[in-house]
């Protein structure tokens, strides 16, 4: 639960940077629900790249994490606005 807490924090942190404010409630439970795609998702992915000891993260992995995080930034911060 500590690994879900700390995820769920820095997430949150990462888009208040951005001006959005998450629900932290809603992003804790995307996070036990293994969300695919945004935010949460580029997060999960990295934490499964990560435990492949034979895998280096490559400029593509970067361009799809960089991709999945801004497309549903921008999307949040639209309605924010």
Known sequence: ?????????????SDLIEGIEDD?????????NGKIDGHVGAVL??????KSKNHLLSEEDIK????????EQGINGQTLN
């Open 24 to 32: 932290p409630d809603f992003v804790r439970k995307e996070l036990r």
């Open 45 to 50: 992915y990295l934490e499964k790249l990560a």
């Open 64 to 71: 799809k994490v960089q991709g999945m995080i801004t497309a």
């Open 1 to 13: 639960m500590k690994k879900i807490e700390l995820l769920k924090n820095f997430i949150a942190e």
